[in-house]
């Protein structure tokens, strides 16, 4: 099975990344509080930015509730299945947040393309198989489409 796994760390830290509060609520692990990493997916978008936005730490839009039903995310799933041989039901969604692209190419150029230089309302998507995870970008409400090599250039909207 081939994979394209993002590397960027910012993204690993959306879904291995916090630690487990004390019984005071402070933000420091006692020895009788585990820190887990829970298997199950995330459906809300860290306060932090994502890569590449270069923003100062803000609160993060809600994820909507039945982004999994929205038939572009029911899409790009589909999508990622069949590149990777797997089920829906191992696709998880890992992150979404609304982002400004900053061009035509929507965070994901292509060689010997030209693109508009004008920043572009939309969206990144992304999905995990396992460790895996894998972006989807999509202009402001349209479809999202798979991104191999994505290029941090968005900023996160709040």
């Known amino acids: 099975m081939r994979m394209h796994v993002v590397t960027a760390a910012a993204s690993l ?24 990493v829970s298997p199950t997916p995330t459906t809300s978008v860290p306060a932090s930015p994502l ?4 923003a100062t730490p803000t609160a993060a839009p809600p ?6 039903s ?10 990622l299945t069949t590149r990777e041989s797997v089920r829906a039901g191992d696709v998880l969604i890992a992150a ?8 035509s190419s929507l965070g994901c150029p ?19 198989i ?4 894998y972006q989807y ?14 290029a941090a250039t968005y900023t996160v909207r709040g």
């Open 51 to 54: 890569p590449g936005d270069g």
């Open 130 to 133: 396992d460790a895996g995870l």
């Open 13 to 36: 830290t959306v879904l291995l990344g916090g630690c487990a509060l004390g019984s005071e609520g402070s933000a420091t692990p006692s020895s009788t509080d585990p820190v887990s």
């Open 137 to 150: 970008h999509a202009e402001g409400g349209g479809a999202f489409r798979y991104c191999a090599d994505p």
């Open 110 to 128: 292509e060689p010997d393309m030209s693109y508009t230089q004008a920043e572009v309302p939309g969206e990144l998507l992304i999905l995990r």
């Open 70 to 79: 929205e038939p572009r995310v029911v899409a790009a799933i589909s999508d």
């Open 96 to 103: 979404w947040t609304p982002v400004t692209w900053a061009d």
């Open 63 to 68: 994820t909507p509730a039945d982004l999994r």
